[in-house]
């Protein structure tokens, strides 16, 4: 089954502009503006921008269960680790992000987060995203070039 994109126009995509504080190894912690999305046209994932007053902001994908899973426990390995801060603020998820160059440790709003959620869950409700993929589109993108 193909998913019409014209049925999630008026809800995709979905936007949560907020902001996070960021920590990075022997820093103090800063806010930073941040904005997650979601879109129907890429339903497993999530993007999350940051951005910097005096630079292009920086943008990390990384799937949708990730973030919702990481609202109750640890979640993930590699470059995206989700987790809930239970201790200092009892509101806050974590996450953490890696490159080869180092880590930034990033709080943001667990209700800013449930709230983001729970709007992309009414778009696309977990356990049905295959059912948004164009699978001949993805076919097309893969194959494109070749003869």
Not at 10 to 29: A, H, M, N, Y
Not at 80 to 86: A, D, H, K, Q, S
Not at 127 to 136: A, S
Request: charged share 20%; net charge negative.
């Amino acid at each position: 089954m193909r998913h019409d994109p014209a049925e999630a126009a008026d809800e995709d995509p979905i936007i949560c502009t907020t902001s996070v504080r960021v920590s990075v190894s022997g820093e103090l912690p800063v806010p930073l503006p941040a904005e997650l999305r979601y879109s129907a046209a890429d339903p497993y994932a999530v993007r999350l921008s940051l951005g910097a007053p005096a630079a292009p902001p920086v943008d990390w994908v990384f799937a949708r269960s990730l973030l919702a899973q990481g609202l109750s426990r640890p979640t993930g390995s590699g470059d995206v680790v989700v987790f809930p801060e239970r201790r200092y603020r009892p509101d806050a998820i974590r996450i953490l992000l890696r490159t080869r160059a180092g880590a930034a440790l990033l709080e943001v709003s667990g209700a800013v987060v449930t709230a983001f959620l729970q709007r992309a869950h009414a778009v696309v409700p977990p356990g049905t995203e295959h059912r948004h993929i164009d699978l001949d589109h993805v076919v097309e993108q893969l194959t494109a070039g070749r003869e």
